[in-house]
């Protein structure tokens, strides 16, 4: 079994910062990606960013600059800067992982509240 537990999120002034961060653990051999995506009521859950095994990152064009993702081993983080109250929403934690029994599984958080008022 694997799991991916979140933390991080909360309430801040726009203009603020939070960290997001996200632990996997259980029968993981290897890390193929991890990223964040975000959903805000009545909208589709989004990409903001991902990170490979290699290190590559790819951000959402509305939070480049502000949000900074990184990882180490099976953790990731999302750190955001700048704040904005279109950045409210409930963000998940994604990761694709290739398991000890060789399986490749997509694995998610349970999420985590991000409120930003203006």
């Known amino acids: 079994q694997v799991q991916l537990v979140e933390s991080g999120g909360g309430l801040v002034q726009a203009g603020g910062s939070l960290r997001l961060s996200c632990s996997g653990s259980?029968?993981?051999?290897?890390?193929?990606?991890m990223g964040w995506y975000r959903q805000a009521p009545g909208k589709q859950r989004e990409l903001v960013a991902t990170?490979?095994?290699?290190?590559s990152t790819n951000y959402l064009d509305s939070v480049k600059g502000r949000f900074t993702i990184s990882r180490d081993n099976a953790k990731v983080y999302l750190q955001m800067n700048s704040l904005k109250p279109e950045d409210t929403a409930v963000y998940y934690c994604?990761?694709?992982?290739?398991?000890?029994?060789?399986?490749?599984?997509?694995?998610w958080g349970q999420g985590t509240q991000v409120t930003v008022s203006v």
């Open positions: 990170i490979t095994s290699g290190g």
């Open positions: 994604n990761a694709a992982f290739i398991l000890t029994n060789l399986q490749r599984g997509d694995y």
């Open positions: 259980g029968s993981i051999l290897a890390i193929s990606a």
